[in-house]
């Protein structure tokens, strides 16, 4: 098949997909080990303004923890975790909100209004976009600090800026009734937004290419996986850390009415291109079941 052959069939397999989705919301959390590489970070938002064009409404939620490590660690503070959730001090979220809500997200907004987007950057303190409560302790006794679980999410806000072609892309800061600031993981953030919204899709694009039943081995990848069997994994231990907030994000967006999830490898080149636009995808679908 020649290469002309080969574009023309590319485009005419997306055809239907492009029908199907515009119109509809789709929620992309953006990983920060997926976006160190300034290549594919360019990839990833290139992908992400063709799905505006088109004619779907993409909220863009970032995370952006190794450059949080990073800057803890000039600072000589330590950075400590439990089941996946970043332990805040006050000095640790001092560094959250000015890694996150200044540095990485006007850096993604940048890049993507110089290649095209029409994108704005927020945190969940602009309109009280999320509101949130303190995160009680773990089951273990241990208090994560300034963590924040989200009570309220701003649709309105996000509603009218999607009506309006903008690309909200968030930062995963909230805020309680008193005015401070909390850590949220950005998982938990997507889902949140995924399901407020009603989204069509949410997309967790990572530094893995999905769940594998043995993490050391991507020939074990599952490609689709409903709620209960996620459930059984983080039973069993097959599922584990980090990996844990981001597939209980993907079963409470699923639970809360969000057609499909699915955690891509954003260290490919047009990750969210493959997945929505071809028959094949890639990556892992988490379904109701």
């Not at 397999?13 to 976006?35: D, H, R, S």
């Not at 805040?88 to 997200?105: A, F, H, P, R, Y």
């Not at 999320?130 to 300034?146: A, M, N, Q, Y």
């Amino acid at each position: 098949m020649s290469s002309h052959e080969q574009q023309a069939r590319t485009l005419v397999e997306a055809l239907p997909y492009i029908q199907k989705f515009t119109g509809k919301t789709i929620v992309v959390k953006y990983g920060g080990n997926a976006m160190i590489s300034e290549e594919l970070r360019k990839a990833v938002m290139s992908d992400i303004i063709l799905l505006s064009l088109v004619g779907i409404r993409v909220v863009v939620v970032h995370g952006g923890g190794p450059e949080i490590s990073d800057m803890l660690k000039k600072l000589n503070h330590p950075s400590k975790f439990v089941d996946g959730l970043r332990y805040t001090d006050e000095t640790t979220m001092d560094v959250v909100q000015s890694i996150l809500c200044g540095k990485v997200n006007k850096n993604l907004v940048a890049t993507l209004n110089r290649r095209g987007g029409k994108a704005i950057g927020l945190c969940g303190k602009d309109a009280n976009l999320l509101e949130v409560v303190k995160k009680p302790v773990t089951k273990d006794g241990v208090d994560l600090g300034f963590v924040g679980n989200i009570v309220k999410v701003n649709v309105k806000l996000l509603q009218l800026l999607s009506a309006d072609e903008y690309i909200p892309v968030i930062a995963p800061v909230g805020v309680d009734k008193e005015g401070q600031s909390y850590n949220i993981n950005a998982d938990t953030v997507a889902s949140e937004i995924a399901s407020a919204l009603k989204a069509e899709k949410l997309m967790f694009l990572t530094d893995v290419d999905g769940i594998r039943m043995d993490p050391a081995d991507p020939r074990t990848l599952i490609s689709a996986i409903s709620v209960s069997e996620i459930e059984e994994l983080i039973s069993s231990g097959v599922i584990t850390g980090g990996m844990i907030p981001k597939v209980q994000g993907c079963v409470s967006a699923v639970v809360n009415g969000v057609n499909r999830v699915h955690i891509l490898d954003g260290t490919i080149p047009h990750p969210i291109i493959l997945e929505i636009f071809t028959d094949k995808g890639i990556g892992t679908m988490v379904h109701a079941g």
